[in-house]
T-cell receptor
C-alpha cells in the first residue's frame, strides 16, 4: 500500500477563497483523522471518522470548516471562506487497530 | 480533562550519549500510549506503542519507552544517540474504549538535537 495520500502537498490561496484538502486512507483502515499543526498550538485533532461516520468534530474550529467521508477510500476537509489564521499544515491519518499512519500533510498558506 | 505533557521543548544530547524525552499523561482508565517522530517537512512516523504487558517497550531505530503507571509517565529513551535522531518527537495517548482506538491526543512535541 502507498500509505495515506494527501493532496495537494502545498496550497496557497487568497483570503476568502474556498480550500479543499483531500485524503486517501490506507485500504482497510476504519478510522480516519484530520489534524492541524501550527507552531503556536502544536498538533490539534480537528475531526475523526469511524467507518465513514463522523465521531467527534469538537476540534473543528469554526463553521467555516467542514469534513466529509463519502466512502471508505476518500475524505475531504473544506474551509470556506479561508482566513490567514488558517495557515497551517493539515495532516490526515488512518488506522485499523491501535496504530495511526499519517500522510505527508498539506501545507496551507492563506494570504 | 485528558492531556499529554511533554515538559521539555528541546533536548540537546551529544552523539553517543543516552537520551531521554519525557512524557506524562492524564487520561482515565487504561490508555494506549505512543511515540511518533517527525522529520522536517514530513508526516509523523510511528516509533512504538504500549497497550498492555511488559512496561518496557522496544520500537524502531533502537528507541524504547518505559510505562510507569504510578507516575503516569511514558518516557522515550535510547542508549546511544545518533545525529540522525535529530527530529521532533511526539508523545500521544488514546483512551482505550472497549478496545477501539478512539482519537489520539498529542503532546506539544519535543525537539531533539543530537550534536556530533
Amino acid at each position: 500500500d502507498a500509505g495515506v495520500i494527501q493532496s495537494p502537498r502545498h496550497e496557497v490561496t487568497e483570503m476568502g477563497q474556498e480550500v479543499t484538502l483531500r485524503c486517501k486512507p490506507i485500504s482497510g483502515h476504519d478510522y480516519l483523522f484530520w489534524y492541524r499543526q501550527t507552531m503556536m498550538r502544536g498538533l490539534e485533532l480537528l475531526i475523526y471518522f469511524n467507518n465513514n461516520v463522523p465521531i467527534d468534530d469538537s476540534g473543528m474550529p469554526e463553521d467555516r470548516f467542514s469534513a466529509k467521508m463519502p466512502n471508505a477510500s476518500f475524505s475531504t476537509l473544506k474551509i470556506q471562506p479561508s482566513e490567514p489564521r488558517d495557515s497551517a499544515v493539515y495532516f490526515c491519518a488512518s488506522s485499523l487497530s491501535s496504530q495511526a499512519f499519517f500522510g505527508q500533510g498539506t501545507r496551507l498558506t492563506v494570504v | 480533562a485528558q492531556s499529554v505533557a511533554q515538559p521539555e521543548d528541546q533536548v540537546n544530547v551529544a552523539e553517543g550519549n543516552p537520551l531521554t524525552v519525557k512524557c506524562t499523561y492524564s487520561v482515565s482508565g487504561n490508555p494506549y500510549l505512543f511515540w511518533y517522530v517527525q522529520y522536517p517537512n514530513r508526516g509523523l512516523q510511528f516509533l512504538l506503542k504500549y497497550i498492555t504487558g511488559d512496561n518496557l517497550v522496544k520500537g524502531s531505530y533502537g528507541f524504547e519507552a518505559e510505562f510507569n503507571k504510578s507516575q503516569t509517565s511514558f518516557h522515550l529513551k535510547k542508549p546511544s544517540a545518533l545525529v540522525s535522531d535529530s527530529a521532533l518527537y511526539f508523545c500521544a495517548v488514546s483512551p482505550s474504549y472497549g478496545g477501539s482506538q478512539g482519537n489520539l491526543i498529542f503532546g506539544k512535541g519535543t525537539k531533539l538535537s543530537v550534536k556530533p
